[in-house]
């Protein structure tokens, strides 16, 4: 006879069937998302300031929404909002996906083209206890910093001279987290009234990298100055949700109508990141190839002990989930989070560095449509999504607020539809979106990016799952 085998041995055996299989398909996924959108090493030229800009953090169905997601709940996908929302998980999970952009850079001078392609999330997810505990570990980024630009100037003093400004890297984030139903309330026509506690420990790393120089075109004789500077993170933090759900129209054994209501928050908690940094100041004289000799250093330091103090965000959100008595699907969520980008500053030696941030504010809407639950055709259980978000990033230049609007697609389709075992799926979306202004000299982004991954999930009646036994 046959019998399910421990949920840590099913955990254990889906993860190494699950890398094996998904390595190789994650690589040809990547190759070819690649050679479509190309590399690049520019990104936005407001990453200059701090730590650069935000990761957006989310998977690619919350991508299609808005960006909302602190409410739901989804059994077979991972939440990259609220670490509360894997407590519903039934089956363990493994999500990948990569984003690529196409943008267009304008400003009262002209405007150019640029594509980038990165890696979005990896991520699983296990279920200690069905439907109740889970555990989740992933990647993800935090801050990206991408930036190359040139501005020709002149004054009294200096003449004509010319600013260079470029810099790269940014932190990566390797999350640990649980969650775990305090309540949970189930009656016979499987109503759910449940709340949620998760929690989820962050480790930050990588380097953020800057490069200033100045040096002076109509004068070939004259030495330019150049400043190298790089930041090295290595430092925990933390977070916590929570969600809630309940019925406001239950379904009965004879109607599967009902109507749900959840509710989600999420805290994440200031940290100051433990950082090392690195400065080199030097002349330099240009070569007749257009490179720079260094001649005197002015100030080395390598390995200054200090700390970048990232704000505390905090995320709330409400949604609904509502299906017909023919099985439609709509949900529909609606997200607002603040992060305190005012706080945010860098210590080293003694030294702080402020920048000129305000608090941020993000609100995001969206909703999604199913067919048909369970349906046996393909476009019958297809899930499209519609999303908006608009956000003020805090970031003040030129005295001018810089902002972000988006309207986002999506789309999931099943990955094996016609034996309907596996809730594993193929997600897309894209958001056309605007950041930032041409007033008072600046730049503003014109964007579309699009996000592709998978979600596999087996099903326990897969052989994953299943382990022969002879009485």
């Known amino acids: 006879m046959r019998i399910l085998i421990s949920p840590f041995r099913d955990c254990m055996k889906f993860s190494n069937l699950t ?41 690619v169905t919350q991508a299609g929404m808005g960006g909302t997601g602190v409410a739901f709940s989804d059994p077979y996908r991972l939440n990259l909002i609220n670490p509360a929302a894997a407590a519903g998980h039934l089956e363990p999970i493994f999500e ?18 640029n594509q980038s392609f990165t890696i979005n999330n990896i991520g699983m ?31 009294e003093q200096l003449g004509a001279f010319r600013s260079e400004y470029s810099g790269n890297g940014g932190i990566s984030q390797a999350y640990l987290g649980t969650a775990y139903k305090v309540y949970n309330k189930i009656d016979t026509a499987n109503n759910v009234t449940a709340l949620s506690l998760g929690v989820q420990g962050n480790f930050n790393f990588g380097p953020v990298n800057n490069l200033r120089r100045i040096s002076f075109p109509d004068d070939p004789g004259a030495m330019g100055l150049s400043v190298r500077e790089s930041f090295l993170v290595r430092s925990p933090s933390i977070e916590a949700g929570v969600q809630y759900q309940t019925n406001l129209i239950k379904r009965t054994m004879k109607r599967p109508r009902y109507l749900k209501l959840l509710v989600g928050a999420v805290y994440r908690f200031e940290s100051s990141l433990s950082a090392e940094r690195s400065n080199y100041v030097y002349n330099w004289r240009p070569t007749p190839a257009g490179n720079e000799s260094p001649r005197d250093t002015i100030f080395a330091s390598t390995g200054a002990k200090g700390s970048l103090n990232m704000p505390a965000t905090a995320i709330f959100g409400i949604g609904l989930d509502y299906v017909t008595d023919k099985r439609q699907r709509i949900r529909f969520g609606l997200d607002y989070s603040v992060k305190g980008w005012s706080d945010y500053s860098e210590n080293f030696d003694d030294e702080v560095r402020t920048f000129d941030f305000r608090n941020s504010e993000k609100v995001s809407a969206g909703i999604e449509f199913t067919p048909n639950l369970g349906g046996q055709k393909m476009v019958e259980r297809l899930e499209y999504r519609l999303g908006f978000r608009s956000v003020r990033t805090g970031l003040v ?19 094996n539809f016609r034996r309907n075992l596996s809730q594993s799926r193929f997600s897309v979306s894209a958001e056309y979106g605007s950041y930032g202004t041409v007033e008072n000299g600046l730049i503003r982004e014109d ?11 087996p099903h326990f009646r897969n052989r994953w799952f299943v382990k022969p036994k002879y009485d």
Not at 40 to 48: A, Q
């Open 125 to 155: 997810a296990y279920p200690i206890k069905r439907g109740v505990w889970n555990l989740n570990l992933g990647l993800v980024p935090l801050t990206a910093k991408n930036y190359d630009f040139t501005s020709s100037e002149q004054t």
């Open 19 to 59: 890398w094996t299989k998904a390595i190789p398909l994650f690589a040809g996924f990547s190759a070819i998302v690649s050679s479509v959108f190309g590399q690049s090493d520019l990104g936005s030229p407001y990453s200059l300031f701090g730590p650069g800009l935000p990761s957006m953090r989310q998977t």
């Open 447 to 457: 964007y579309v990016r699009i996000m592709a991954g998978f979600s596999l999930t």
């Open 96 to 113: 990948m996906s990569g984003l690529g952009s196409v943008s267009t850079f304008q400003s009262n001078s002209g405007s150019f083209e």
């Open 397 to 415: 230049v030129s005295g001018t607020a810089i902002n972000d609007y988006g309207i986002s697609f999506g789309l999931s389709l099943p990955v």
